[in-house]
């Protein structure tokens, strides 16, 4: 099997195993849409975002080439219930969910920076400690760490982001030096990145988790700062289950966690990693099937809430079309 890209992309049905892995939107007042590895992003006159979270899934910077059945609505009900969570710390971009598996909002200028914060030494942070790194991002770090350990109080470590490759670490004076974002605006998304990063832990922490690592996005409209984009999701941040945590710790072995760890996991045990020369290994539909009961595993555990299923017989395009034309026929 090749590697997924938009050639095949016409030859999966968006319905196969109810999964919308697809999508090809013509709203009114359609300015452009961009296509990411799981969100379709269309631009409404420039004033509206409305954000569609497909059932793709990917790994290894790769798109995988069959559809998760609900993860899309999973990922996009977890983001509006955090972002509806931290509304008093800071205003963010979401104006509405019209169906489970899309958010409007508004449009925002994205900073080229990706605020990611840690509170555990664990993952790419890491790695880099294991090869003798002792600052990241600007941060030093102290000797005789342990893999899984706390940090004193959670650290940031920025990325780039990088319109092709991967994001680069950058510390906070090269941001602000090389004029990414303003010193006066740093300082707002910074203090913000804290608090709503403390406000996610301790609703994780009432869950039994530890939410160990995230990332945050922030834009500007108007001259005012807003969260934009996902937040607290399993795509985009580590969840460690809190029992078991310090006794795993104090022997070394690794942590339970609420991630799509297991997903890379699986690729690798099936020689996937996207190095030259490998393929991705069949995904069949009762595979498909576990990773969609994981994902709502993870739904009910971050959440504490009983997922609802969405069902629906019809074309799942259709029906986001109908739901979203709607919206926007009412704000008229």
Known sequence: MKLFNKEHAKHFNCTEMKALTQTNFNFEGQKSVYHGKVRDVYNINDDLIVMVATDRISA???VLPKGIPFKGQVLNQIAAKFLDQTTDICPNWKLATPDPMVTVGLKCEG????MIIRSILTGSA???YQKGCREICGVKLPDGMRENERFPEPIITPTTKADEGHDLNISREEIIAQGIVSEEDYNIIEDWTRKIFARGQEIAAKQGLILVDTKYEFGKRDGQCYLI???HTPDSSR???A???EEKFEKGEPQRQLSKEFVRQWLIEHNFMNEPGQVIPEITDEYAETVSDRYI???EHITGENFEKKEYDGDIAERIEKNVKAYLAERK
């Open 239 to 241: 969840y460690f289950y």
């Open 111 to 114: 900073f080229r920076v990706e």
């Open 60 to 62: 290894f910077d790769v």
């Open 243 to 245: 029992e078991g945590y």
């Open 126 to 128: 890491w790695r880099e």
């Open 297 to 299: 595993e993870l739904y």
């Open 229 to 231: 984009d996902e937040i």
